[in-house]
């Protein structure tokens, strides 16, 4: 297994821009893809994006399409988010997480997770 920690969260205003990280620890990274899930307060986790371990597929949810793009670079162990334009509704806790294999849109397909990184967005 991976462990991972996300980081790069903070406040922003509307319409800025973040660039989360997902540093992985592990010899075994390449073989994971990884998704980002987020979960704000009193409200379930819901799928953001996802990448394959090669880095030639990404996945999606409608509302990041446009405005959300995630990579990974191998040789570093690490996965970005960038989050672009930026919305109140955005505001969550952040998480990466690996996937050997499974559907990755849902959560319980994914085996190792991180603690999360706080996103705010102020209007």
């Known amino acids: 297994q991976v462990q991972l920690v996300e980081s790069g969260g903070g406040l922003v205003q509307a319409g800025g821009s973040l660039n989360l990280s997902c540093a992985a620890s592990g010899r075994m990274f390449s073989r994971y893809a990884v998704g980002w899930f987020r979960q704000a307060p009193e409200k379930d986790y819901e799928f953001v994006m996802a990448?394959?371990?090669?880095?030639?597929?990404?996945y999606d949810s409608d509302f990041a399409k446009g405005r959300f793009i995630v990579s990974r670079d191998n040789a570093k162990n690490m996965v970005y988010l960038q989050m672009n334009d930026l919305k109140p509704e955005d505001s969550a806790i952040y998480y990466c997480?690996?996937?050997?294999?499974?559907?990755?849109?849902?959560?319980?397909?994914?085996?190792?997770w991180g603690p999360g990184t706080q996103v705010t967005v102020s209007s």
């Open positions: 990448i394959t371990n090669t880095g030639r597929s990404t």
């Open positions: 997480a690996a996937i050997a294999g499974g559907n990755v849109y849902r959560r319980d397909s994914y085996t190792s």
